[in-house]
T-cell receptor, first 111, second 112 residues
Framework: DAKTTQPNSMESNEEEPVHLPCNHS???????IHWYRQLPSQGPEYVIH???SNVNNRMASLAIAEDRKSSTLILHRATLRDAAVYYC????????????FGKGTRLSVIA | DTEVTQTPKHLVMGMTNKKSLKCEQH?????MYWYKQKAKKPPELMFV???????INESVPSRFSPECPNSSLLNLHLHALQPEDSALYLCASSQSKVMDVYFGPGTRLTVL
């Protein structure tokens, strides 16, 4: 299975942008890059996904390196409610690989 | 309705008990999942159902028995569990195996 590497933890000040990195040097051409997050005492929730181009939605932006070996999840203005564990996950376009979580990055937001 | 519901929220059981966890979704999703999550660890995949058929069993011990009675419901039957099985059990669903996955809030299970 293709794997991802993320920092164990990061800290951000409230209302500042946060850049959460993910390395996936063994990504294959048919792997989508997905991001999920898990808020305290909740189940994980989908954040964003992309294949090659940068993606934006109401929650975040996803910047994908040209060689696709790394990506960055961008929260434009962190709030206290964004404190969570963020997971970067590769999923094959065929859907034959289920959602498998790595260790993720625990984001703390300071008021 | 865009949510996955799980009951009960909390469950305490003895090692000789038989209990069931229930999961329901009304989004028309055809793939459903069970995950187990220990404290401070990422969720671990246990089972995947696709179109009501078990498609993945991640070598889960037989004391955990999944059941998908229809496309909206997913059960996890528990029997003769061990204290180390205490964890948060998460149910999830997706429209298909390639689409975004929606998670329920989980059932926190304690085995005494």
């Amino acid at each position: 299975d293709a794997k991802t590497t993320q920092p164990n933890s990061m800290e951000s000040n409230e209302e500042e942008p946060v850049h959460l990195p993910c390395n996936h040097s063994t990504i294959s051409g048919t792997d989508y890059i997905h991001w999920y997050r898990q808020l305290p005492s909740q189940g994980p929730e989908y954040v964003i996904h992309g294949l090659t181009s940068n993606v934006n939605n109401r929650m975040a932006s996803l910047a994908i390196a040209e060689d696709r070996k790394s990506s960055t999840l961008i929260l434009h203005r962190a709030t206290l409610r964004d404190a969570a564990v963020y997971y970067c996950i590769l999923r094959d376009i065929s859907g034959n690989t289920p959602l498998v979580f790595g260790k993720g990055t625990r984001l703390s937001v300071i008021a | 309705d865009t949510e996955v519901t799980q009951t009960p929220k909390h469950l305490v059981m003895g090692m000789t008990n038989k209990k069931s966890l229930k999961c329901e979704q009304h989004m028309g999703h055809r793939a459903m999942y069970w995950y187990k999550q220990k404290a401070k660890k990422p969720p671990e995949l246990m089972f995947v159902y696709s179109y009501e058929k078990l498609s993945i069993n991640e070598s889960v011990p037989s004391r955990f028995s999944p059941e998908c009675p229809n496309s909206s419901l997913l059960n996890l039957h528990l029997h003769a569990l061990q204290p180390e099985d205490s964890a948060l059990y998460l149910c999830a669903s997706s429209q298909s195996k390639v689409m975004d996955v929606y998670f329920g809030p989980g059932t926190r299970l304690t085995v005494l």
